[in-house]
């Protein structure tokens, strides 16, 4: 069992920076791949970001390459997402999630275990 807990969202100008977090509970953090993904007002969750196990790998949207990173601290049991550059179409809550595979992480929106989300409005 993992449990998430983003924190860090916020009310941002149009060209400005947040920093996401995602606390986990448990020992077996470092053995998950995480993954990060938004949901606008009636539209559908959407992938943003995913990390492996390790960190070796990440993988981004489209949308968001060049100006979004992810990073993780096992040691700290914390996944991060760094979001430069944010536009108005980022709005949205950011949801942090957690699943063995990377796969689903990355190419689904069904990864097992889910943080509650956090609150990310981009407006001048």
């Known amino acids: 069992q993992v449990q998430l807990v983003e924190s860090g969202g916020g009310l941002v100008q149009p060209g400005g920076s947040l920093r996401l977090s995602c606390a986990a509970s448990g020992r077996t953090f470092s053995t998950y791949a995480m993954g990060w993904f938004h949901q606008a007002p009636g539209k559908e969750r959407e992938f943003v970001a995913a990390?492996?196990?390790?960190?070796?790998?990440?993988y981004y949207a489209d949308s968001v390459k060049g100006r979004f990173t992810i990073s993780r601290d096992n040691a700290k049991n914390t996944v991060y997402l760094q979001m430069n550059s944010l536009k108005p179409e980022d709005t949205a809550v950011y949801y942090c999630a957690a699943d063995l595979s990377t796969t689903i992480v990355r190419r689904t929106t069904t990864p097992s275990y889910w943080g509650q989300g956090t609150q990310v409005t981009v407006s001048s």
């Open positions: 990390i492996t196990w390790n960190g070796g790998s990440t």
